[in-house]
């Protein structure tokens, strides 16, 4: 181990190597691994008590357990058996530690049960319902919103393009040139005349509190918590070769989610971070190529509304059939058990019980209960382009954006993943399931899958924004995230500077917002425009005036601009949507149930037309309603009398908290970093939440891949006294 707790293993075969790697993670964080497959499997409420049922509840309709069974029968005899010698290494260090085990099971009074290679691939189902799952929330609010206000209205809310969108695979505009010729495609219509008339297991484990301070909406405008990966070829660097970095960010917990490793085997020869709970490298490079995730996005699930008649069977185009019932048994602990009857359909189960308020039988068609095939090893060992794409060819779920860059000094950029082909439709509403109009035909081809290799800019990136050119065939996704940090990161690496591993490092801590700088513009312009303004929002006005965008921890700029931002989504959208219920999941529409990845694009597209349809009663113009926006801001309970000392950092802090121990008296407040300030927000490639932010930092250098970084949030250690608990955090 290095100085951090790092190991390096190095085994003279495959399954020595993966049985010491599953001993070696298995020593620092085995609670970690077993709390985790459990959350996943929907077997918490176990050790922890009735107040998880409702979760296991979920996790059990959802069917995680289920789906790594069926992906085991299918799984390759190989992989398999990489996961069996894993396995063993986790069970071997728990055989041989059954008297001291770490403290969490001491506390909760239980014993792990042994690992297996089923539990693996619960681990990778976790990682895919983390990242390509929730749509079919999405859809169903779509759905009503639609039913609201009609077609034309639904289509600008949900916007899912932009001229500010850079696809990897388009070529790369200078910012200027955008600016100059850029224009959104849904801003094409004529401006009409103004008329008098906006999962982490800490968080379900330790309960999710809002941060004293924040207004009651302010975490409603939905923020994918999205991921940065970026490579620069020779020619923009200091050394000539390439450099890759990548942050991808995920919730927040105690121990972090990642475990860096060395592995070395022969020609087997990786480095990064891996799964605890699962073998080989996730991200990293080995001793020829790099390679960094983003996640797409992709709509991989489907809603379908199925008839059933009152035998029990549902309607399909041959015919009623009769659906297949599984039985789930939740152990609970201090309780009887709860058995759960789960019914699934030809389109995967019924998940009516998981969504407040509906009384439709609604069927949930997801890429997950096909397989879960994993293409690590091979891309481990991968040396060129060529074999990097062949083991990405296989992956199934979660669909990435790779970037890649290797010694020889090219790089590229490959998008992977099931993602479907449909009849009809993109997957973002409910559709009729008695019939075979919206089945899936296939799933798109991995060649005709978005990629770029050796690019004329020598550039690429993707920051979870549309990764699709113009004209693409297919639908990859319903829901794009927004576009504002691929922007500001391919502005900053267009600069014509030639980069240092450190300057890759600043950009990934980069804190400045165009979004939310050209929000705090909008306002100061209108309340410029208006007559009989507050000396509060006097104060705020000037705040904003020369402010540059920059979300920084001591300002109360970003504060000021967030809130108004907030308050003006309610004035536009209470009158549309309704007002917002006091009980929470009520499943009643109101303007909060607005959350919409591009959701930003589509106030950018208001503030820019400012079309009468948008302008709420009461109000003549968009000047008086922004106006308006800001004096509700500064009235809020909760703003200090001074605007000045609103600071962003307190208004948006970071918690990580352990989700045991920190409830412990007096040991509590040394298990995790709690509450702090931070700096950075929603739009800024520093992408932070109060529970979500960046789970490790890596820039490969192909120049000298030992002089490359990598930072992880906390630690290599899940064991307390370790000294490699948080011996990280000061450097994150």
């Not at 096909?370 to 779920?397: H, M, Q, T, V």
Request: hydrophobic fraction near 35%.
């Amino acid at each position: 181990r290095d100085g951090h707790g790092i190991p390096t293993i190095e085994a003279a075969n495959l399954d020595d190597l993966f049985f010491a790697q599953g001993y070696v993670t298995a020593q620092d964080r085995l609670w970690q691994m077993d709390i985790m497959k459990r959350f996943a499997a929907g077997e918490i409420a176990e050790i922890l008590g009735p107040d998880l049922l409702k979760h296991d509840r979920e996790q059990r309709i959802l069917g995680l357990r289920a789906a790594a069974k069926n992906a085991l029968e299918k799984l390759p005899a190989r992989e398999l058996h990489f996961l069996d010698a894993y396995a063993k290494g986790v069970n071997a260090y728990m055989n041989s530690s059954r008297d001291h085990l770490p403290i969490e099971f001491r506390i909760l009074k239980y014993t792990p049960q042994p690992w297996s290679a089923e539990d693996s691939l619960i681990m990778h189902a976790r990682m895919v319902q983390d990242l390509n799952h929730g749509q079919y929330r999405a859809a169903l609010q779509h759905e009503k919103i639609l039913a609201k206000l009609g077609p034309q209205l639904t289509a600008e809310l949900y916007v899912n393009s932009s001229w500010r969108d850079r696809p990897p695979s388009s070529a790369s505009l200078r910012m200027e040139e955008d600016q100059r010729n850029g224009n959104n495609d849904q801003d094409e219509e004529e401006e009409e005349p103004m008329s008098d008339s906006p999962h982490a297991i800490t968080r379900l484990l330790s309960g999710h509190k809002e941060a004293a301070g924040r207004s009651e909406w302010a975490d409603e405008v939905k923020l994918i918590a999205g991921s940065n990966n970026w490579v620069v070829g020779g020619g923009h660097t200091i050394t000539g070769k390439p450099l890759l970095s990548n942050d991808m960010h995920l919730g927040h917990q105690m121990p972090n989610l990642w475990y860096e490793a060395h592995l070395r085997c022969g020609d087997y020869d990786v480095a990064g971070v891996t799964l605890p709970g699962v073998p080989f490298v996730i991200v990293g490079h080995n001793q020829r190529i790099a390679w960094g995730f983003t996640n797409v996005g992709p709509t991989v699930e489907d809603v379908y509304v199925e008839n059933f008649n009152e035998q029990g069977q549902y309607q399909t185009p041959a015919g009623w059939k009769d659906a297949v019932h599984r039985t789930e048994t939740i152990r609970v602990k201090g309780r009887p058990d709860v058995t759960v009857d789960v019914t699934v359909t030809r389109h995967g189960p019924i998940i009516t019980d998981l969504v407040p308020g509906e009384s439709r039988k609604i069927a949930l068609k997801w890429t997950l209960y096909d397989a879960l095939n994993n293409p690590f090893f091979d891309l481990n060992s991968a040396k060129n382009w060529e074999e990097f794409r062949k083991a990405l060819s296989i992956w199934d779920a979660p669909s990435q954006n790779t970037v890649y860059a290797d010694v020889d000094g090219h790089i590229g950029y490959q998008a992977t993943g099931h993602i479907p082909v449909r009849q009809s439709g993109d997957g973002g509403l409910p559709v009729n399931g008695a019939d075979d109009a919206h089945e899936w035909k296939n799933y798109v081809p991995f060649d005709d899958l978005p990629r770029v290799y050796d690019p004329p800019s020598g550039i690429i990136a993707t920051a979870n924004g549309r990764i699709t050119p113009d004209g693409y065939k297919y639908s990859l996704s319903s829901e794009w995230g927004s576009p504002w940090r691929t922007e500001r990161i391919l502005r900053v690496l267009n600069s014509g500077k030639k980069f240092g591993p450190a300057d890759m490092l600043s950009l990934q801590t980069d804190i400045m917002s165009a979004f939310d700088r050209y929000c705090a513009e909008r306002f100061v312009y209108s309340l410029d425009h208006v007559n009989h303004v507050s000396d509060r929002a006097q104060q705020a006005r000037e705040i904003l005036r020369d402010w540059t965008g920059q979300m920084a921890a001591d300002s109360s700029a970003p504060t000021i601009e967030t809130v108004a931002r907030g308050e003006l989504l309610r004035l536009i959208l209470e009158p549309k949507l309704g007002v917002a219920s006091k009980e929470e999941s009520s499943g009643t529409l109101s303007w909060k149930d607005y959350r919409w990845g591009m959701s930003s694009i589509w106030l950018e597209n208001v503030l820019i037309k400012q079309p009468a349809r948008w302008l709420p009663p009461g109000y003549t113009n968009y000047d008086e309603l922004l106006a308006a926006a800001v004096e509700a801001a500064v009235k809020h309970p909760d703003a200090p009398k001074d605007l000045k000392n609103w600071a962003w950092g307190s208004f948006s802090p970071i918690d990580i908290e352990h989700p045991i121990l920190s409830r412990i008296p007096v040991l509590g407040r040394w298990t995790g970093p709690g509450l702090h300030p931070q700096s950075g927000g929603g739009y800024t490639v520093k992408q932070v939440g109060k529970t979500f932010g960046p789970s490790e930092r890596l820039t490969v250098n192909l120049a000298a891949l030992d002089q490359s970084t990598l930072n992880t949030v906390m630690g290599q250690s899940g064991n307390l006294s370790s000294p490699y608990y948080m011996d990280q955090w000061n450097t994150w």
